[in-house]
């Protein structure tokens, strides 16, 4: 089975920065794209940066110039550098993978979440 983990969350004041991860681990034969997502009461998940296994990565306008996704396939970690927190960024964080089994089964799957608060 695999499993997603993410980590790095919690209270910063406006201006800070925070460093999110996401551990992927299991029967793991390959991982493709790797997006960050957001989700806030009342509305829809949205994409803020994905990844895919080249190293190629694109941003949602909100975030571009702000947030900074970068991965280690060696480790099978994808990592979320967010800078210039704004209160608006709060939110709890998800990391989604596309991710091949030694079974060649191919899926995409879902971490728990973690939660982001930007607050004085």
């Known amino acids: 089975q695999v499993q997603l983990v993410e980590s790095g969350g919690g209270l910063v004041q406006p201006g800070g920065s925070l460093r999110l991860s996401c551990a992927a681990s299991?029967?793991?034969?390959?991982?493709?794209?790797v997006g960050w997502y957001r989700q806030t009461p009342g509305k829809e998940r949205e994409l803020v940066a994905d990844?895919?296994?080249?190293?190629?990565?694109k941003y949602a306008d909100s975030v571009k110039g702000q947030f900074t996704i970068s991965r280690d396939n060696a480790k099978n970690t994808v990592d979320l550098q967010m800078n210039s927190l704004k209160p608006e960024d709060t939110a709890v964080y998800y990391c989604?993978?596309?991710?091949?089994?030694?079974?060649?089964?191919?899926?995409?799957?879902w971490g728990q979440g973690t939660q982001v608060t930007v607050s004085s």
């Open positions: 989604n993978a596309d991710i091949t089994m030694w079974t060649m089964a191919r899926r995409r799957y």
């Open positions: 299991g029967s793991i034969f390959s991982i493709n794209v």
């Open positions: 990844i895919t296994s080249g190293g190629s990565s």
